[in-house]
């Protein structure tokens, strides 16, 4: 109880910090302030000015060491050079330090395409978002560059420009053997695209925006946003409509961008990206699975874990022309720990709370117990299994299941292409029965959902 008392004291601290920067930036007087619920700090702020309302939003910092360029700051200035420049995007008013935030205009809209009118308002936004993004892609560089945001050149450092990005923080952070992640990175390295040579602003977490009455009234989140391939945010929005459908048919969007940009689109360049943007984002998350931090939203970061890694793999199949096979796995529902799990569930629900952003804590912990039940009945068995499949794959025998990944992956990183099929199988499977075993979950969920939209009509 002491300690919620302090997290509660904490944030009421934040908050007030806020409002007073609010106030001293913008001029007038905070009204309204609510913290949205969400596993990154957020607000919605009404703020009273010269007899006016203004709606705004307050972006803070994600926390936790999993972004490849962690200054928020960042984000502001590149929002900032969109808006200047005639992109869609929030108006930006400044930028606390002390606590990091972005302070915004709210922008009326939703992003959930089930809220439009009709299909046709649906595919409306869709194709609205499209040409927005294209013509981001078509916007000088120079700006940017200007600004800090590297610009790459030649074949390899264009097409890789995000794994670049994001691979010194992996290499920071990485405290356990990830023979997946290392398996796509050596497959990605062979296999870059040696005719992607034009670089453009990209977003590289796509297919974000919001609309009201049939009008897109801005792209939005832009933390990962670099000069890249421009077919990168065909394959992040991709990637996103399995989860959050994009309004229209990818296929039919991805002729769309064709014939707004007036040039081709290779769909093997945008497989290739798929299968980059799942890795890169695999192992931005990677090391706060394998060893987590105090204050992560632990469950969060879970669900985007087995559902990226599924992602991969899927990609991975459809670049390679392998068909996706589902294992057999015997599934047990509860496990020797059964009886006390159910208690804790329980002792977890009965937690009293006194605000929404508080109950959102305690469902998180919820998820994290239910997980753990199912850990609890299938773990070994999984790892059992697991264990034999490498020992085959490599003519060895482990003493112990905790042996077995740093063995794969030094495998992984010195075999050549010739395994390549081999060695995807025996990721697949290992996914497969994980979805096998967690999808039912709250956590697992997003991953049994997984189904990568195709590029052109078929």
């Known amino acids: 109880m002491q300690m919620l008392d302090e997290q509660v004291g904490a944030n009421a601290l934040i908050e007030q910090k806020l409002r007073t920067f609010v106030e001293q930036l913008v001029g007038g007087k905070v009204t309204g302030m609510q913290r949205l619920l969400r596993w990154r700090p957020a607000w919605n702020l009404e703020l009273e000015r010269d007899g006016e309302t203004l709606q705004l939003h307050l972006r803070g910092e994600r926390g ?59 595919r409306s936004v869709a194709r609205q978002y499209v040409r927005a993004m294209a013509a981001m892609h078509q916007l000088p560089l120079e700006p940017f560059v200007a600004q800090g945001i590297a610009l790459p050149q030649g074949a390899d450092a264009i097409t890789l420009a995000g794994l670049e990005a994001y691979y010194p923080l992996y290499v920071r952070n ?14 990605l390295r062979r296999n870059v695209p040696q005719h992607r040579i034009k670089p453009a602003f990209v977003q590289y977490d796509s297919g974000q925006y919001l609309f009201e009455n049939g009008q897109v009234n801005a792209l939005y989140d832009f933390e990962f946003a670099m000069i890249g391939d421009p077919l ?23 002729r769309y961008y064709q014939e707004v940009t007036g040039e081709a689109a290779d769909a093997d360049v945008v497989r290739y990206h798929t299968v980059l943007f799942s890795t890169v984002s695999t192992m931005q998350f990677s090391a706060t699975v394998a060893t987590p931090q105090p204050g992560d939203p632990h469950d969060t970061y879970i669900e985007f874990d087995i559902a990226l890694r599924r992602v991969v793999v899927h990609a991975l199949a459809e670049a390679m022309g392998i ?33 929404d952003f508080q109950k959102s804590k305690r469902t998180a912990a919820g998820k994290i117990v239910e997980y753990l039940s199912k850990a609890d009945a299938m773990a070994l068995h999984l790892q059992h299994v697991e264990q034999s499949d490498v020992e085959k794959l490599l003519g060895l025998r482990f003493d112990e299941y905790g042996q077995i990944d740093e063995a794969l992956e030094a495998f992984v990183k010195s075999a050549g292409a010739e395994y390549d099929e081999r060695l995807l199988r025996l ?28 590029i052109e009509p078929q």
């Open 174 to 187: 990485k405290t356990k053997p990830q023979p997946l992640a290392e398996f796509a990175l050596g497959w």
């Open 232 to 254: 990168a945010d065909l394959a992040s929005a991709r990637m996103r409509d399995n989860y959050e459908p994009l309004g229209e048919r990818f296929s039919d969007l991805y």
């Open 427 to 454: 990721f697949m499977a290992q996914i497969e029965r994980r979805v096998l075993v967690y999808g039912a979950t709250a956590i697992g969920g997003s991953a049994s959902h997984i189904d990568l939209p195709p």
């Open 64 to 122: 936790g060491d999993v972004s490849p360029f962690p200054d928020l700051r960042r984000e502001a200035d590149i929002l900032s050079l969109l808006g200047q420049q005639g992109i869609p995007v929030p108006h930006i008013y400044g930028y606390c330090e002390d606590p990091p935030a972005i302070v915004m205009a709210l922008v009326a809209g939703t992003r959930d395409v089930a809220a439009a009118a009709n299909a046709q308002e649906r």
């Open 323 to 355: 068909a996706i096979e589902t294992p057999q796995l015997p599934i047990v529902s509860a496990g020797p720990n059964a009886q006390l799990l159910m208690m804790l569930a329980d002792a977890v629900e009965q937690i009293e709370v006194s605000s």
